[in-house]
């Protein structure tokens, strides 16, 4: 059995209740999260993924929605362009 090393962290609990009920919905535990977290840090040499606020992230998350708007919406004129070349 390979040897293992035990780290202890301090947080809110409120934050590890949340975390583990993420980590259960992706079908893992905190362990392993933490570990893959620890592993791709190792690999990369660099926090593995973007740090922003709540805010930010929000932000991004409404400007996402309004680009997919904004694409449904030239969708649909090309296709009613086509239809009405295809009328004609």
């Known amino acids: 059995m ?5 780290i202890t962290i301090r947080c809110k609990p ?4 949340d975390f583990q ?25 660099k926090i593995p993924f973007t740090i ?3 805010e930010a992230f929000e932000a991004e998350k409404e400007q996402e929605q309004r680009l997919l708007a904004y694409t449904q919406k ?8 086509i239809c009405r070349q295809e009328g004609q």
Do not use: H, N, P, W
């Open 2 to 6: 390979a040897e293992s090393a035990s």
């Open 52 to 54: 922003r606020t709540k």
């Open 14 to 17: 409120e934050l590890k209740a």
């Open 21 to 45: 009920k993420v980590c259960e919905r992706m079908g893992t535990d905190m362990s392993a999260a933490i570990s893959l977290f620890m592993y791709q840090t190792v690999i990369q040499e």
């Open 74 to 81: 030239l969708q649909q004129i090309e296709a009613d362009r």
